[in-house]
């Protein structure tokens, strides 16, 4: 067992930690009940304001890609245009109609006056024309598919007397026919070089067919175009695709992944890259992408574009985290005045809570004070005008009231106890006079009878006196009286 003092400071201690937490339980429940209503309000006010303005950024955002998109594919679709005329522009060059016959009739002897002027006349003309920032070289192949002349002698030096074709196989047929769009191929080079051939026929001043041309394009140019991030941001990108099977191809170095032109590849059955798998199959769209080839989620827009009769995916994405950091940054003011606004809340909000429970409290003392019996008790330094204030007034009221009540019945109490001590008092006198006349009753009996005793005596001494012949002695005259009346 605990020695007495011990247990006496181990309860005074609970005592003291209860009236804490009584003290401090209505203070508590006010402050976290407003702190609660405040910040569940601002949370479910920021959530509505920032997913309203999320769907609208989102949706500025998602009409901003698509209207990027559509420039883009404008730009090169221009571009490719552009080239195809040119291709026609050297196409019906009568220089070329004039000097290509010549040039295949007598390739065997390059040395020849007449092949030496055919290609010096060529020279002349084209080396002006061609300009490698736009095109690597332009071939001229006799209806064999050997080239027999080439502008750019530094580029190729070996390809005279070869056999020209583009990597499907396709190009010097097609060129026979019309203008030809090749597919973009790199040169293999170091560094890497994309081109894209385009073959047309060249037909002689009779209208016969004398060979083909093909232009070698520079694709450095359009790929100025698509590495254009304007409008964009920092992360955006524009890719460039086509379909090769059951897996799309870029066909240029990527922002994030220089090595990707031909080699990264996105699989339709894939998760990723869902705007390159829908472009390079002929459709367009724009909204938000899962994930692009980084794994990371971003908005795009998407459409076809062809160039010849050869279907290529356009994409234009930026990442979600740059599209929305407006929505960030003011998330992020949102949080600081929220913890700014909070503890001001919470200061004002303990203020009041005080206001509030300080009189309480008192009212509290004063009741318990009452109740221990001190009718004397009131609540003091109300300074509020409300409704605690009122119910302070009323209790000190009806203390008062109390106090005097008890004044009056503490009066009463002493005034009947009075009377109490006075009855007693007097029932103790009458019990003392009863016994004193009974005494006196039972002395009188017994004098009473000893006086007709001695009547009797005295009577009976009378009698013998008078049988003596004496004189009574005792005078008995006073019984007569008495003795007529019985």
Same mark, same amino acid.
């Given at each position: 067992?605990?020695?007495?003092?011990?247990?006496?400071?181990?309860?005074?201690?609970?005592?003291?930690?209860?009236?804490?937490?009584?003290?401090?339980?209505?203070?508590?429940?006010? /402050?976290?009940?407003?702190?609660?209503?405040?910040? /569940?309000?601002?949370?479910?006010?920021?959530?509505?304001?920032?997913?309203?303005?999320?769907?609208?950024?989102?949706?500025?955002?998602?009409?901003?890609?698509?209207?990027?998109?559509?420039?883009?594919?404008?730009?090169?679709?221009?571009?490719?245009?552009?080239?195809? $005329?040119?291709?026609?522009?050297?196409?019906?060059?009568?220089?070329?109609?004039?000097?290509?016959?010549?040039?295949?009739?007598?390739?065997?002897?390059?040395?020849?006056?007449?092949?030496?002027?055919?290609?010096?006349?060529?020279?002349?003309?084209?080396?002006?024309?061609?300009?490698?920032? *736009?095109?690597?070289?332009?071939?001229?192949?006799?209806?064999?598919?050997?080239?027999?002349?080439?502008?750019?002698?530094?580029?190729?030096?070996?390809?005279?007397?070869?056999?020209?074709?583009?990597?499907?196989?396709?190009?010097?047929?097609?060129?026979?026919?019309?203008?030809?769009?090749?597919?973009?191929?790199?040169?293999?080079?170091?560094?890497?070089?994309?081109?894209?051939?385009?073959?047309?026929?060249?037909?002689?001043? *009779?209208?016969?067919?004398?060979?083909?041309?093909?232009?070698?394009?520079?694709?450095?140019?359009?790929?100025?175009?698509?590495?254009?991030?304007?409008?964009?941001? /920092?992360?955006?990108?524009?890719?460039?695709?086509?379909?090769?099977?059951?897996?799309?191809?870029?066909?240029?170095?990527?922002?994030?992944?220089?090595?990707?032109?031909?080699?990264?590849?996105?699989?339709?059955?894939?998760?990723?890259?869902?705007?390159?798998?829908?472009?390079?199959?002929?459709?367009?769209?724009?909204?938000?992408?899962?994930?692009?080839?980084?794994?990371e989620p971003v908005i795009a827009?998407?459409?076809?574009?062809y160039i010849g009769s050869h279907?290529?995916?356009?994409?234009?994405?930026?990442?979600?985290?740059?599209?929305?950091?407006?929505?960030?940054?003011?998330?992020?003011?949102?949080?600081?005045?929220?913890?700014?606004?909070?503890?001001?809340?919470?200061?004002?909000?303990? /203020?009041?809570?005080?206001?509030?429970?300080?009189?309480?409290?008192?009212?509290?003392?004063?009741?318990?004070?009452?109740?221990?019996?001190?009718?004397?008790?009131?609540? *003091?330094?109300?300074?509020?005008?409300?409704?605690?204030?009122?119910?302070?007034?009323?209790?000190?009221?009806?203390?008062?009231?109390?106090?005097?009540?008890?004044?009056?019945?503490?009066?009463?109490?002493?005034?009947?106890?009075?009377?109490?001590?006075?009855?007693?008092?007097?029932?103790?006198?009458?019990?003392?006079?009863?016994?004193?006349?009974?005494?006196?009753?039972?002395?009188? $009996?017994?004098?009473?009878?000893?006086?007709?005793?001695?009547?009797?005596?005295?009577?009976?001494?009378?009698?013998?006196?008078?049988?003596?012949?004496?004189?009574?002695?005792?005078?008995?005259?006073?019984? *007569?009286?008495?003795?007529?009346?019985?």
């Open positions: 067992k605990q020695p007495p003092e011990p247990r006496l400071r181990l309860r005074l201690r609970l005592r003291i930690r209860l009236r804490l937490r009584l003290r401090l339980r209505l203070r508590l429940r006010l /402050v976290s009940l407003f702190s609660t209503i405040l910040v /569940v309000t601002l949370s479910v006010l920021g959530f509505i304001y920032f997913s309203n303005a999320r769907d609208i950024l989102l949706k500025s955002k998602v009409g901003e890609l698509r209207l990027i998109t559509n420039l883009k594919a404008q730009q090169l679709n221009g571009y490719f245009d552009g080239l195809k $005329q040119r291709a026609g522009f050297f196409q019906e060059n009568m220089n070329l109609k004039k000097n290509l016959p010549v040039l295949v009739q007598f390739f065997d002897d390059p040395q020849s006056p007449e092949y030496r002027q055919a290609e010096n006349a060529l020279d002349v003309q084209l080396q002006k024309l061609i300009n490698q920032r *736009e095109f690597f070289d332009l071939l001229l192949m006799g209806l064999d598919g050997k080239v027999v002349y080439h502008v750019n002698k530094s580029y190729h030096p070996w390809i005279l007397g070869q056999k020209w074709d583009d990597p499907k196989g396709k190009a010097f047929e097609e060129g026979q026919i019309d203008i030809y769009f090749s597919e973009i191929f790199t040169s293999g080079a170091e560094p890497e070089e994309y081109l894209m051939p385009i073959t047309a026929p060249v037909y002689d001043s *009779e209208g016969r067919l004398a060979g083909v041309m093909a232009l070698e394009v520079n694709m450095s140019t359009a790929y100025d175009l698509i590495r254009n991030t304007e409008g964009l941001g /920092v992360t955006g990108e524009t890719l460039l695709c086509r379909r090769e099977g059951g897996y799309a191809i870029v066909l240029h170095p990527l922002k994030y992944d220089s090595g990707a032109a031909f080699k990264r590849k996105f699989y339709y059955s894939g998760p990723k890259a869902f705007p390159i798998r829908e472009s390079s199959q002929g459709r367009a769209g724009a909204g938000v992408a899962a994930l692009d080839y980084r794994g827009g998407w459409r076809p574009i279907l290529l995916g356009l994409v234009n994405k930026i990442d979600q985290k740059e599209a929305f950091e407006t929505i960030h940054q003011l998330q992020k003011i949102f949080l600081i005045m929220l913890f700014i606004i909070l503890p001001l809340s919470v200061g004002i909000v303990l /203020v009041n809570a005080v206001a509030i429970t300080d009189p309480i409290e008192k009212l509290t003392r004063a009741v318990s004070a009452v109740s221990k019996g001190a009718m004397d008790a009131r609540v *003091e330094n109300i300074e509020t005008n409300d409704e605690i204030a009122d119910l302070a007034r009323m209790f000190n009221q009806m203390t008062e009231n109390l106090q005097k009540t008890t004044v009056r019945r503490d009066e009463l109490l002493k005034e009947v106890d009075q009377r109490r001590h006075a009855q007693e008092a007097a029932r103790k006198s009458s019990g003392e006079l009863a016994r004193s006349v009974k005494d006196l009753e039972r002395f009188n $009996q017994a004098a009473v009878g000893r006086e007709n005793r001695m009547i009797e005596l005295k009577r009976l001494v009378n009698e013998l006196s008078k049988e003596l012949g004496r004189k009574p002695p005792y005078d008995l005259s006073f019984l *007569e009286p008495i003795e007529k009346k019985s």
